[in-house]
Every structure is written in C-alpha cells, then in structure tokens.
C-alpha cells in the first residue's frame, strides 16, 4: 500500500489543522493505522492509532482530548484532526499503516509499522 499524506501548514497557537493519509495500492480496511511526528532534532514519536474496524484508538498524553484520528475505508483514507494546536505540536506527521493485528500495546510502537508516509509538516506559531 502506497500512502500519502497531506494537509500540513502553518497556524497560530489554539489553531487548528486536519490532516488526511490517502491510501492505494491497496484498500485501507486491511490495515491497522497510525500517526507519528518528528520534531527538528527528535525521534519519531506516536501521537494516535486505530484498529482497521475504526476501534481502539490510544493515543498520547501529550494530545489527548485536542486530537482525534479517524478513517473512512470508504474513501481509503485517515484523519488527523488537530485542535488547540501548541508551538510543541510543530513537526512532520507521518501516517503508517500495517497488515498486521495489533494489540493495543503495540499500536504505539513504530516497528509495528510496515508501510509510511512521506510526512507533511505542521507549524504551530505562538
């Protein structure tokens, strides 16, 4: 599966953004999907997953409660929406998907993942 990420930009603090991962190749109902984000000088960390049926969805501290993943297997495509957006949160946003069932302990590891995006990047302004 081929995935390409997009929706990326520059916004004020408290700002919001939606990023969308759009999938082909291959249809996006056979994979489990995830976000990660790369700040300048950063390793690639989790930001918010989701099982391929659209259940369990973990996501981390750091953006509980102002973001929320979602996917359409209709439109082959995932979501990021992004609320309350903070300087910390400037980074690149990579999608990921894998053919494999995670469990939730897993969904928030990178090596979970088989297949990324190129990223897009996100700029929060204070």
């Known amino acids: 599966v081929q995935l390409q990420a997009s929706g990326g930009g520059l916004v004020q603090a408290g700002g919001s953004l939606r990023l969308s991962c759009a999938a082909s190749?291959?249809?996006?109902?056979?994979?489990?999907m995830g976000w990660f984000r790369q700040a300048p000088g950063k390793e690639r960390e989790f930001v918010a997953a989701?099982?391929?049926?659209?259940?369990?969805?973990p996501y981390a501290d750091s953006v509980r409660g102002r973001f929320s993943i979602s996917r359409d297997n209709a439109k082959n495509t995932l979501y990021l929406q992004m609320n309350s957006l903070k300087p910390e949160d400037t980074a690149v946003y990579f999608c990921?998907?894998?053919?494999?069932?995670?469990?939730?302990?897993?969904?928030?590891?990178?090596?979970?993942?088989?297949?990324w995006g190129q990223g897009t990047q996100v700029t929060v302004s204070s």
């Open positions: 989701v099982r391929r049926s659209g259940g369990s969805t």
């Open positions: 990921a998907a894998t053919g494999g069932r995670l469990i939730l302990s897993t969904m928030t590891l990178k090596r979970s993942y088989d297949y």
């Open positions: 190749g291959r249809t996006l109902s056979s994979y489990d």
